[in-house]
């Protein structure tokens, strides 16, 4: 069964804490999508790669970035957590950048204190 | 910009009703549409995937129709069952692989 999994299910930081969030699919999709999910605001797109070392804004990249060394992992940083980070994040994937669907991971739930 | 309304917001049915989610979108450019569910607390779960040229797919209980023309999508649930429970998602893929989301559909089954 393919999938796309997310390396932590919940996670608690301190404020100002390096934070590191992993995600590896197992598809060999082209592209990896980081998206944050809150109440009230549904889901937010964080950033995106089409490839390999490539990295593209979505639209909420403020207090984050990426990293893409292999194609199947996508590795979200969050520089110096802050507690407006609280969230659910979501990693996905997608075959190819002319569509194809999308697969998720089962998210993680990071709360910053 | 793109945007996706889903229509109702929330549902409650008894067990084995037969039920219809909308979802509506607005760019005609569109390369799939894609239905999820969502349990409190989880990721997504991709239910169905329609592509651009493709009118319907059907999973066990669950079909869902693509009107291009009309830029509709809906979601039919039939003979409801408590574990239907859930959130449910439409997307709109478009070019670059781009999804734009709906606010979704908190549906509840009641017993």
């Known amino acids: 069964d393919v999938k796309v999994t997310q390396s932590s299910r919940y996670l608690v930081k301190r404020t100002g804490e390096k934070v590191f969030l992993e995600c590896v699919q197992d598809m060999d999709h082209e592209n990896m999508f980081w998206y944050r999910q809150d109440p009230g605001l549904g889901l937010r797109l964080i950033y995106f790669?089409?490839?390999?070392?490539?990295?593209e804004k979505g639209d909420i990249p403020e207090g984050y970035s990426v990293s893409r060394e292999k194609k199947e992992r996508f590795s979200l940083i969050l520089e110096s957590a802050s507690t407006n980070q609280t969230s659910m994040y979501l990693c996905?994937?997608?075959?190819?950048?002319?569509?194809?669907?999308?697969?998720f991971g089962s998210g993680t739930r990071l709360t910053v204190v | 910009k793109q945007e996706v309304t889903q229509i109702p917001a929330a549902l409650s049915v008894p067990e084995g009703e037969n039920l219809v989610l909308n979802c509506s979108f607005t760019d005609s450019a569109i390369y799939n549409l894609q239905w999820f569910r969502q349990d409190p607390g989880k990721g997504l779960t991709s239910l169905l995937l329609i592509q651009s040229s493709q009118r319907e797919q059907t999973s066990g209980r669950l079909n869902a129709s693509l009107d291009k023309s009309s830029g509709r999508s809906t979601l039919y649930i039939a003979a409801s069952q408590p574990g239907d429970s859930a959130t449910y998602l439409c997307?709109?893929?478009?070019?670059?692989?781009?999804?734009?989301f709906g606010e979704g559909t908190q549906l509840t089954v009641n017993p």
């Open positions: 997307a709109e893929e478009t070019s670059g692989s781009r999804l734009t």
């Open positions: 996905a994937s997608s075959l190819s950048y002319a569509g194809g669907g999308y697969t």
């Open positions: 790669s089409y490839d390999v070392k490539m990295k």
